[in-house]
């Protein structure tokens, strides 16, 4: 089975660790961040720092072949978890029909580096219309 990393521009790891791992069709990142993808700088805000992470879900779905369509879970840490408006805003725009939305988790968590979002992932990519 193809085994591939998958690194984007822009947004990195600390730790020597990819982005996401790829195995077939099977995709799963590691912590997805509120890092400005130009700069690489913390988003100010909870508002920023979302509209990054999901700026980051969809160049990484892009980089491994995907769409939104291909998401099936995803799991969010909030610093704060009454921050959930911003995190539906984003979530809502990348995934507009209800019915076809991926599984969601929240969990409150204490972040650093300023974080007040943390992603992360799991794809099965080519899945969306396959029987």
Known sequence: MDRESIELPGF?????????RRIGPFLATGV???????????GEGIDEQCAHVFDHVRALL????GTSDDVLKMTFRLADPS????LNREWTAMFPE???????????AQLDGGALVHCDLLAVLGSAGDT
């Open 12 to 20: 990195g790891h600390a730790n020597p660790i990819p982005v996401a």
């Open 32 to 42: 997805l961040t509120g890092r400005d993808p130009a700069t690489g700088a913390m």
């Open 62 to 65: 892009a980089a491994a072949g």
């Open 83 to 86: 921050d959930r408006d911003a």
């Open 98 to 108: 209800r019915s076809a939305r991926p599984a969601r988790q929240v969990v409150a």
